[in-house]
């Protein structure tokens, strides 16, 4: 076994390479194990926009970085080894890891809510530390097998959960006319369900063009309106209902979380119409709050997602969803400072930059 390697970031918005835990020796001699953990040879990992944040900003709102911190939420990888009480998973099983640890005992958890976990541990989240690592110890509950799925995919299925769980809370259906704000990763994953659930009229919007060119040819049918700088929310309703052949959008599903886009989502929307926001974005903004109100228009929001694991492999796995797209760009975790580097920056043309761990 190569040493367990993990990428950190810090408060002095450093990123490097060094090891990690748990180690080669206390995996091989079985001492780091607890109750119900499995140890993972973690084999693709996708960087998400808040690791990021996590490195260029220090923190997401309340969030924040305050010292060495490993990074990476969106894992796939192989069992190497089974605590004695872990009965369902063996050494050998490929499985996507749930980046959460929950309570079990919370009024979220009780109800099946648990994203919304009173004392929750989510990897990657300061100050637990992520999944970008070589070798990771977690809880066997939360490592759902992938059969021969890929990895690349098996790690897909974090922002993949994060589309699922907004479109069963919006109550996207068949037919309906739906506008997809943002074409990043969050946005064009949520335009494939959308694209699944036979939303028409679909749209989405973006402020780079290059995106709005990846989404077309992601889905062929889609609408695309860019977004230039400068350009009034209301000003962006008219355009996309227009590109719509004016239909005006039932359901808004806003991954941004940027001010001007909610609003122009909320402007966009038909009477009576829901904005549901899965984007994350600055503690407090300004909304148009009487066309909310003479509108009727339901404002939603998200946060991560709760049994969405075994749907989202169901889908993966059928094809009804195919994901495989993505993935633009793959490093070594030795070169994971590139791979931050070229997530970070828009120039690449990245969509989804993964970062693999092989022994």
Request: hydrophobic share 40%; net charge negative; aromatic share 6%.
């Amino acid at each position: 076994m190569k040493p367990n390697r993990g990428v950190f970031t810090n408060t002095s918005h450093e990123l490097w390479v060094a090891d990690a835990e748990p180690s080669v020796e206390g995996i091989e001699q079985g001492k780091s194990l607890k109750h119900g953990e499995v140890t993972i040879a973690i084999q693709s990992t996708g960087i998400c926009g808040s690791d990021c944040h996590f490195w260029k900003e220090g923190r997401i709102g309340p969030m924040i970085v305050t010292g060495p911190h490993i990074l990476g939420h969106e894992s796939a990888g192989t069992v190497v080894a089974a605590h004695t009480s872990v009965t369902h998973l063996h050494a050998g099983d490929r499985v996507a890891i749930e980046p959460n640890i929950v309570c079990h005992a919370c009024e979220p958890c009780l109800t099946g809510r648990y994203n919304g976990c009173e004392r929750v541990e989510f990897l990657s989240t300061p100050p637990v530390p992520g999944l970008l690592r070589r070798y990771v110890n977690h809880p066997a509950v939360w490592c759902h097998a992938i059969g021969d799925m890929s990895f690349e995919a098996g790690a897909l299925l974090e922002p993949f959960s994060v589309s699922l769980a907004g479109m069963q809370r919006a109550g996207v259906a068949l037919g309906d006319p739906v506008l997809v704000c943002g074409a990043g990763p969050i946005g064009l994953v949520t335009l494939l369900c959308c694209q699944a659930a036979g939303a028409e009229p679909l749209a989405i919007t973006d402020i780079d063009e290059g995106r709005l060119a990846f989404a077309r040819e992601l889905v062929p049918s889609v609408r695309t309106y860019h977004v230039k700088r400068g350009v009034g929310e209301e000003e962006i309703a008219r355009s996309v209902v227009a590109a719509m052949d004016g239909v005006e959008p039932a359901i808004a599903l806003e991954c941004t979380g940027v001010e001007s886009s909610v609003a122009a989502a909320v402007w966009a929307v038909k009477f009576g119409g829901k904005v549901f926001v899965i984007g994350v974005g600055k503690n407090e903004i300004t909304i148009p709050f009487m066309r909310l109100s003479t509108r009727e228009v339901d404002l939603q929001f998200q946060y991560r997602y709760s049994n969405t694991w075994p749907r989202a492999i169901r889908l993966v796995k059928s094809g009804v969803v195919d994901l495989s797209k993505l993935v633009t760009h793959r490093f070594d975790i030795e070169d994971a400072v590139k791979a931050f580097e070229t997530a970070a920056d828009p120039k690449t043309g990245a969509i989804k930059v993964q970062i693999t761990s092989t022994d």
